[in-house]
Structure formats: structure tokens, C-alpha cells
T-cell receptor, first 114, second 114 residues
Framework: AQSVSQHNHHVILSEAASLELGCNYS??????LFWYVQYPGQHLQLLLK??????LVKGIKGFEAEFIKSKFSFNLRKPSVQWSDTAEYFC????????????FGQGTELSVKP | DTEVTQTPKHLVMGMTNKKSLKCEQH?????MYWYKQKAKKPPELMFV???????INESVPSRFSPECPNSSLLNLHLHALQPEDSALYLC?????????????FGPGTRLTVT
């Protein structure tokens, strides 16, 4: 069965610090990869997605992620975080043959101190 | 219009009540989803409708009954719920039902079962 692991449960950073959130998945076939963000009191929003092609994908709000197939990883990065990036971040995976079934990681809570 | 709307925003119901959650999208998407999210946890898939047909049921108890009257609407009928069913219920939609589409999420209905 597919699974998604996010290694950091809670990350605390100061503004302007760099961010990297880890995400690993277990599935041997072709996968599609997503990062979603959930700001306090708001709904899930798509940050970025990877389907195929360039493994370095850029998303909204200055976020990017790199797909490393050999490591089954899809880590999220941002060079300089802002207080407004405080939110819950979810990595998610679905497989082409799973009919749209999206599997989420446990989430990483990011707190950015002003 | 890139929104998924859900009503009501909040719902409190007793264990013997019957209620329904509603979800609507006008993006022309052909797949719609119900997820359940407990506090500080990732969303868990409950049901998937693809082209108005139920394509995935994640072994959800029969006290939850989904309905897709047309391609824009998705309902979740609730009956004889338990207190542990209290959660945020999220609806999502995607252009198609396969794995190669991102899902757009609504704001959710916060359900409390007393």
C-alpha cells in the first residue's frame, strides 16, 4: 500500500530563515506528487504539483520542490520564510492507477517567529 | 469560478438526527471527493465520484451515505452518527477522476455529534 512520510512534525523558524520540509513516499509505480498548505482557519490550497518533466517545480508564494525518484522524495523548500507562511503543510501522493485516491502525509506544522 | 463551496459551515447534531452536507463546484470538474479530517491530522479519503458514479468507497460505515445528483453537486447524508464522527468534512473536485489531476478543496463543514 502507498504511504507518505513527513519527517518533521513541527518546525519553528525565524523570519528570513530557509525552509526545507521532507517528504518520502512508498510506491513503486508512477506517482503524482503534491504539496498542500492549510493556513489557520482556511481551507487546503495547492502549493505545487509534479506530474512529469523537470523534477524541480516551482509553486506559489516562492515555494519550490524537487522530485528525486531514486530517493522516493519530494522535499519542499523556500529560501526565506515570512511570518505569513505559518501554516500546516501536507505532502500528498496519488498513483496513476489509483483513480484519484490522494494519500496525505501526517503534516508539518510550520511556525515562523517575526 | 475556481471555488468549491460547502454548506453548512458548522453543524451540530444528535446521534439520532438525520442531516446532509452539501458541496458544489462550477468548474466543470468531473470528479468529486469527500474527506474527513480530524484536528491536527491529514485528510482521509472517504468517497470518490467520477462522472457521477461512485468509484471509490474507503470502507466507510453505512451511517455515511454519499449522493451525486449531477456533475456539480455532491451530498453526504448523515444518520445515527457517533461522537467520534465529529470532524471537519472536506469536499474536493478535480477535472477528471484519474491520478493526474490536482484536487481543489472546499472550506469544509465542521461537524459536532453530541
Amino acid at each position: 500500500a502507498q504511504s507518505v512520510s513527513q519527517h518533521n512534525h513541527h518546525v519553528i523558524l525565524s523570519e528570513a530563515a530557509s525552509l526545507e520540509l521532507g517528504c518520502n513516499y512508498s510506491y513503486g509505480g508512477t506517482v503524482n506528487l503534491f504539496w498542500y498548505v492549510q493556513y489557520p482557519g482556511q481551507h487546503l490550497q495547492l502549493l505545487l504539483k509534479y506530474f512529469s518533466g523537470d523534477p524541480l517545480v516551482k509553486g506559489i508564494k516562492g515555494f519550490e520542490a524537487e522530485f528525486i525518484k531514486s530517493k522516493f522524495s519530494f522535499n519542499l523548500r523556500k529560501p526565506s520564510v515570512q511570518w505569513s507562511d505559518t501554516a500546516e503543510y501536507f505532502c500528498a501522493v496519488n498513483a496513476n492507477n489509483q483513480g484519484g485516491k490522494l494519500i496525505f502525509g501526517q503534516g508539518t506544522e510550520l511556525s515562523v517567529k517575526p | 469560478d475556481t471555488e468549491v463551496t460547502q454548506t453548512p459551515k458548522h453543524l451540530v447534531m444528535g446521534m439520532t438526527n438525520k442531516k446532509s452536507l452539501k458541496c458544489e463546484q462550477h468548474m466543470g470538474h468531473r470528479a468529486m471527493y469527500w474527506y474527513k479530517q480530524k484536528a491536527k491530522k491529514p485528510p482521509e479519503l472517504m468517497f470518490v465520484y467520477s462522472y457521477e458514479k461512485l468509484s471509490i468507497n474507503e470502507s466507510v460505515p453505512s451511517r455515511f451515505s454519499p449522493e451525486c445528483p449531477n456533475s456539480s453537486l455532491l451530498n453526504l447524508h448523515l444518520h445515527a452518527l457517533q461522537p467520534e464522527d465529529s470532524a471537519l468534512y472536506l469536499c474536493a473536485s478535480s477535472p477528471g477522476g484519474g491520478g493526474t489531476y490536482e484536487q481543489y478543496f472546499g472550506p469544509g463543514t465542521r461537524l459536532t455529534v453530541t
